[in-house]
């Protein structure tokens, strides 16, 4: 499988401190995507689920996980790998949050499975121009679904008070920024660190 990022605690995807994981590759190429480093898929990023699991269990075994998001590049292009991770990860929670440029009609068709052991589909692709800054989703077209019933009055209160914030880790490749970012921010970011004399940074 090919994972680019596993970040914890992740706290602007979702609530609560969650393991952030990031799949690498996508073919829906968004026009003003804020990964566009994680479309083509890159043999440094190619791990086994068993390392990934490892990964996981060393902060499961000392820290407190809220939920798992769940986004790339769009995990659904490695639909049997996520399969496998959502089935490993559902043994800690169903807390799940997967990000798709899928629709939820054709996922549900394809890849049922999946779905039934998660909390919550963020489905559609990235449109820029419909960047409205809203929260928890990129554009006003996509759609946040709430799968698991048992977590629906918590995701209701959650999308209602909520708003979006951008979280920066430093890691071997430099910041990365999670987050929702509002249109034109990944370019205002990079001039200003242009200015600085920094490197410029990827988005999450």
Same mark, same amino acid.
């Given at each position: ?79 049997? +790998? ?26 549900? +068709? ?42 629906? +009055? ?36 990079? +001039? ?13």
């Amino acid at each position: 499988m090919y994972v680019a990022r596993l970040l914890y605690p992740v706290k602007v995807l979702g609530p609560g401190n969650r393991v952030g994981i990031w799949f690498n590759g996508c073919t829906h190429f968004c026009k003003g995507c804020s990964n566009p480093e994680l479309w083509e898929l890159q043999d440094r990023y190619k791990v086994s689920l068993e390392n990934v699991i490892k990964l996981i269990e060393r902060i499961t075994e000392h820290h407190k996980v809220d939920g798992f998001t769940i986004t790339g590049g769009d995990p659904f292009e490695q639909a049997e +790998d996520l399969e496998k991770l959502v089935n490993y990860l559902s043994t800690i929670t169903q807390d799940i949050i997967i990000y798709s440029g899928y629709k939820f009609d054709y996922l549900n +068709d394809k890849h049922h499975s999946i779905l039934e052991k998660i909390a919550v589909l963020i489905d559609g692709e990235y449109i820029e121009e419909k960047n409205e800054n809203c929260f928890m989703k990129g554009s006003t077209n996509q759609n946040i679904i709430v799968l698991n019933q048992s977590y629906k +009055d918590m995701y209701d209160n959650y999308l209602i008070n909520g708003e979006n914030e951008i979280q920066n880790f430093t890691t071997t490749d430099g910041v990365i920024s999670v987050g929702i970012h509002r249109r034109g921010y990944e370019q205002e970011l990079n +001039d200003l660190m242009n200015k600085m004399g920094l490197e410029e940074t990827n988005n999450g």
